[in-house]
């Protein structure tokens, strides 16, 4: 029973990337200290990582789950963390948007905002949206187009290419984030390019829903005291949020 109880909550954590404490004590109707015990044991084997009020899964620092997952993945957060940081833009703004799921919601939300903005972008799908509206300007970065994501990268173009720019906002998405290391991610050649809209922007804004909090990718991209503000959901456990604060990081929590 034990054994095929851990092997469920693994499987939840594969589809989801975190379960809740509290979720998994209605789901298999068993006490608070049965679940505990059964995420530290899971821990211990390195299967999962517990978080404020319940687990998340251990992924491979090297390694990013492909496109298509993560855009099933928490969907309904990354909408309301869409919707949350594209009410940070104002009129007259010149803002970087990074390719991801989360920032791709961010573009939807903003193309319905009559706002007349500058989008620099190295994210086709991002720069193909936007163009669609009239008050919008977009400039696309140029470089080596990855396959899957339509990004845009590559160090002798694309970050020469952003070192062109200087932006009021940026919008990040993260392969992890956490108070010790700040924002990770997966792909060398593209944390390259946004080391270099940090230190070329006014204001940096990280979205991240709740599964990437406490997770560390391979490649640094900036200390938690480089950001600015964090949009997440209300899936983030309270000692993430409060860790971050302490930092000086504006934690926002998309309703």
């Given at each position: 029973m034990v054994f095929h109880r851990r092997e469920e909550i693994i499987a939840?954590?594969?589809?989801?990337?975190?379960?809740?404490?509290a979720s998994l004590v209605e789901c298999f109707s068993v006490s608070i200290e049965t679940i505990r015990r059964d995420l530290e044991a899971l821990e211990a084997e390195g299967l999962?990582?517990?978080?404020?009020?319940?687990?998340v899964?251990?992924?491979?620092?090297?390694?990013?789950?492909?496109?298509?997952?993560?855009?099933?993945?928490?969907?309904?957060e990354k909408e309301l963390i869409g919707k949350a940081a594209a009410a940070f833009v104002e009129d007259g703004d010149v803002i970087g948007i990074d390719v991801g799921t989360t920032?791709?919601?961010?573009?939807?939300?903003?193309?319905?905002?009559?706002?007349?903005?500058?989008v620099i972008t190295n994210s086709i799908p991002v720069a193909?949206?936007?163009?669609?509206?009239?008050?919008?300007?977009?400039?696309?970065?140029?470089?080596?187009v990855r396959r899957g994501e339509l990004s845009v990268g590559g160090h002798a173009i694309a970050d020469a290419n952003m070192r062109l720019f200087q932006t009021d906002k940026l919008f990040l998405g993260v392969g992890g984030i956490s108070d010790r290391f700040g924002i990770t991610d997966y792909r060398e050649e593209e944390t390259a390019f946004r080391?270099?809209?940090?230190?070329?922007?006014?204001?940096?804004?990280?979205?991240?829903?709740h599964s990437k909090f406490g997770v560390t990718a391979m490649n640094h991209v900036c200390d938690p005291e480089k950001i600015d503000v964090v949009v997440t959901d209300a899936g983030t456990g309270r000692d993430a949020v409060a860790a971050l604060r302490k930092k000086g990081v504006r934690v926002i929590t998309a309703e």
């Amino acid at each position: 029973m034990v054994f095929h109880r851990r092997e469920e909550i693994i499987a939840m954590l594969k589809k989801d990337g975190s379960v809740r404490v509290a979720s998994l004590v209605e789901c298999f109707s068993v006490s608070i200290e049965t679940i505990r015990r059964d995420l530290e044991a899971l821990e211990a084997e390195g299967l999962l990582k517990r978080v404020y009020g319940g687990a998340v899964l251990v992924s491979r620092r090297s390694v990013e789950p492909v496109f298509s997952d993560r855009q099933i993945k928490n969907a309904a957060e990354k909408e309301l963390i869409g919707k949350a940081a594209a009410a940070f833009v104002e009129d007259g703004d010149v803002i970087g948007i990074d390719v991801g799921t989360t920032t791709m919601e961010m573009a939807k939300a903003l193309k319905e905002r009559d706002v007349s903005v500058i989008v620099i972008t190295n994210s086709i799908p991002v720069a193909a949206l936007l163009s669609e509206s009239e008050r919008i300007e977009v400039i696309l970065i140029g470089g080596r187009v990855r396959r899957g994501e339509l990004s845009v990268g590559g160090h002798a173009i694309a970050d020469a290419n952003m070192r062109l720019f200087q932006t009021d906002k940026l919008f990040l998405g993260v392969g992890g984030i956490s108070d010790r290391f700040g924002i990770t991610d997966y792909r060398e050649e593209e944390t390259a390019f946004r080391r270099i809209g940090v230190e070329r922007t006014k204001e940096v804004y990280a979205l991240a829903d709740h599964s990437k909090f406490g997770v560390t990718a391979m490649n640094h991209v900036c200390d938690p005291e480089k950001i600015d503000v964090v949009v997440t959901d209300a899936g983030t456990g309270r000692d993430a949020v409060a860790a971050l604060r302490k930092k000086g990081v504006r934690v926002i929590t998309a309703e």
